[in-house]
């Protein structure tokens, strides 16, 4: 996939204007709510559970999935609950858990896959521990998201994103890039409500 398109002008215009549009929607999303409601966020908020058996990061050699088949993976201090199959009903999760899933499996894939980012996934990622460095590699995922898809041509958004999505193999760029942007937006508000259901729990 060649990026960089020159199509400023002529009948594909309107392309690069929603590539623009694209990477703005997640951008702003970011910019001016999600970073803003996860400032001043401690640890204990980052891997507080509020269900029984939730799913989390944990250290390393610390016990706490509560069920069955679920495993644990990480290459650093902390490791990731969960289970090929998902259970149904799937479990509770941290916002350790959403940020982790945000960083490995929606943006860091695609990133590795369609834009030449870092190959990764669950068992090799090393996970940040600590609310401010998961903020902190958020943001910079969600930029680099952002800053990719802003580079995508009118070609590009029309060609099928091929057999590393599996399902979405014979979709087009443009469909998996809002399928990615719904995914990073809909963690995100998923971690305001935690944050929201934190406070109350304590007042």
Known sequence: MVHGDDVSTGPDSGSTALSHELA?????HWEHHLSQRLEGMTDEEYHWEPARGAWGLRPRGV????????VQAGSGEWVVDFAVPEPSPPPVTTIAWRTAHVLVGVV?????????????DYFTYDYPGTAEEASARLGAAVGGWCDAVGTLGPSELEE????AEGPWAEHPMLELV????REVIHHGAEMCLMRDLYRAERT
């Open 160 to 163: 099928p994103v091929g057999e």
């Open 108 to 120: 860091g894939a695609r990133m590795a896959g369609h834009f030449g980012g870092p190959a990764v």
């Open 178 to 181: 809002l399928h990615i942007n």
């Open 63 to 70: 016990t706490g999935a509560e069920h069955p088949g679920a």
């Open 24 to 28: 703005h929607q997640v951008r702003w």
